[in-house]
């Protein structure tokens, strides 16, 4: 009886452990702020709480703030959860996006365009290489990404770029370079995450401009995760291209809810479309 005793003793100390070793391993790979980035802008305005879960930028009229990455990444899947400013957030800004250094940057943007109170929030998309973007995309969302956090997430792979909202794509850049389209490969992007006054354009091209009376405007990020696993056998971003359902959801959300498309602006590009722009 005191071998089966201590055997029983023995197995649920391993079990105990397993545990133990598996909860450590969901902290680790849910991120910590304070391990994983840099408060780069804001005079404190950029605040990291809970031990290191929760990030807040914070806006005021004198000032927004920021942070990056640590890490730099070519190639990377990258998840952050934010909730968005509250009621009135017209001329504000709240960013995450993928950025390089140098006159001639890679740049894959996500930024959320304040609106007035019960205004949904356009998610305005961009696209750089070397430098040069002009491949703007704006969604608006189908829910309210003010009430509770939100995944956005990027995957920036060999074959092409995917932005996805709660893990529903909602744009994708492929690799046309076959065709000759620039597609950033070569240069090393940290995430970024901002909040910042752009009332002379954010809100209906600057007609509606930031009411400071509702200042400090606040934005959430928690549960951020760069997945840089390249493995083709193991990673299921890095290699795959959009399945069957990925791509209904993808056309799901260009039918209802995109508001500009720039390969659908025939006046701007008057002498005739990006060449991507057949294929994309």
């Not at 929760?54 to 806006?59: D, E, G, H, M, P």
């Not at 009621?87 to 140098?102: D, I, M, P």
Request: aromatic share 14%.
């Amino acid at each position: 009886m005191k071998i089966i005793s201590r055997f029983s003793t023995i197995i649920n100390i391993f079990l105990i452990i397993i545990c133990i070793t598996s909860l450590s391993f969901t902290i680790i790979s849910a991120g910590n702020f304070n391990q994983d980035v840099d408060i780069t802008w804001g005079d404190g305005r950029a605040k990291i709480l809970d031990n290191g879960d929760l990030l807040t930028l914070s806006l005021d009229k004198a000032s927004g703030s920021g942070f990056q990455s640590k890490n730099e990444y070519i190639f990377v899947k990258t998840d952050m959860q934010i909730k968005l400013i509250h009621g009135n957030s017209a001329g504000t800004v709240t960013t995450s996006y993928l950025q390089s250094k140098g006159a001639t940057w890679d740049e894959i943007d996500f930024e959320f365009l304040g609106n007035l109170s019960g205004d949904p929030y356009i998610v305005h998309t961009n696209i750089f290489v070397q430098g040069k973007g002009a491949r703007e995309q704006q969604f608006y969302l189908w829910f309210d990404p003010t009430t509770d956090f939100h995944t956005y997430s990027i995957i920036w792979s060999p074959q092409h770029i995917v932005l996805l909202v709660d893990n529903i794509p909602i744009r994708e850049f492929k690799n046309l370079e076959s065709i000759g389209v620039p597609y950033p490969k070569y240069q090393p992007m940290r995430l970024q995450c901002t909040l910042w006054d752009a009332e002379d354009w954010a809100t209906r091209g600057g007609q509606v401009k930031t009411d400071w009376t509702q200042a400090p405007f606040i934005a959430s990020y928690k549960y951020f995760n760069a997945d840089t696993n390249k493995n083709p056998s193991t990673s299921t971003w890095f290699s795959q291209q959009l399945d069957s359902n990925s791509k209904e959801k993808l056309k799901w959300v260009r039918d209802n809810y995109m508001i500009y498309d720039y390969c659908k602006d025939f006046k701007r590009f008057s002498q005739g479309l990006p060449r991507e722009c057949s294929v994309n």
